[in-house]
């Protein structure tokens, strides 16, 4: 798994944020497009694409994509 | 489980709304949240205006609103109606039946059958299985299928989950035999350990209502709503309908020998935009294809949303062409449907007011 196939992925979920504005240090929560939908959406979509399950709650203590990106890894 | 049906046909649909239109910068004042998450909840699930039923409205009046104006359109003949499915989960009564109840103010003829079916999200799919399956006997020519919920008094005001989406409104459909040997194809699946997904916990026999199920309590999100109110566990329904609608529908296709291309419009349940976005996308089916907007104007009215949104993106459309339609409906029960159906030359296709 490469972080920028993720990148792009995790960017999939939104439909209004500019595809420069995902990085691995972005953090995600700042980005006026992001609302609980968008994480149960991402939570979805990491499930079905990379067959591991993250929790909401998990999720909670997680700022950045490369930070879930890592988490994803182990 | 797959369903085939033949020689049965939609000859038309009509969609009955309330007249009385709510916005939803009228109601956020009533939420336990700043108006900026407000704002971004409506931007995010497409929030806008829905329809509302007035005080002491039923399933039932709606319904005969619409059966009055086929008849005086002369679009439906009364003496023709040898089924009356209603499905809706707002009855007039616990007993008796309110298509029965329908059936006696017009004074049909009785030699009919008169059904409530108890289904919600996907109750257009579930209503017009059982349809195509009455049509199948010798001596019934013509199903009036009605869909019927008015819902939003059994939703908390203060609940910020349920209250902006929804709606409430009736369809008539008319379900007849044809002598095209076109195939319907179908599918449908079931899982009742999800019951309590989206459920009204009081006023049934399990827990009557009282002065108790009235009190309100708030939710861990700052929601406030009684035992009486429905109440639905959003990000389970999100994730059920992700997760089970995508496979059901290319199951669909793949039975019917059917591309995902070849089908012109996907007419699903409309809970709000940003699901059936998400959908939209997990399927590889451009937006367009797949009407939203139907939350946005007129609220999610259950097993309504499907012909309200075939009457509000299609119009008279379908009584001029020929569309290969698939149809979705999911939710309450659990419970998953779908139909991939050609529509052609309706005899109506439009929306009312009540």
Redesign the interface.
Known sequence: MELNDFIKDFA?QF?ETDFSEFAAETKFRELE?W?S??G??LL?MIK?KYKIHVT?EQLLKISTIGELFNFIQQ | MNLKFRHKKITGILTILPENEVKFEDEMDQYNFSPAKSLKLKMAMGYNTHRVAKEGVCASDLCIRGLDYLFEKKLLDKNEIDALILVTQSPDYFMPPTSNVIQGHFGLKQDMICMDINQGCAGFIIGLFQAFMLLEQDEINKVVLLNADVLSPKVSKRDRNSNPLIGDAASVTIVEKSDDSGIIFGNLKMDGTGFDALIIPAGGSRLPASADTAQLHEDAAGNFRSLNHLVMKGDEVFNFVQREVPPMIEQLLSTAGCSREDVDFYMFHQPNKFMLNKLADKLGVPREKMPSNIVENFGNASGVSIPTAIGFNLGTRLTRESLLICLAGFGVGLTWASILIRLENLDFNEIINY
């Open positions: 999939d439909d497009e609302s939908l968008t149960l959406a979805n079905a909401a």
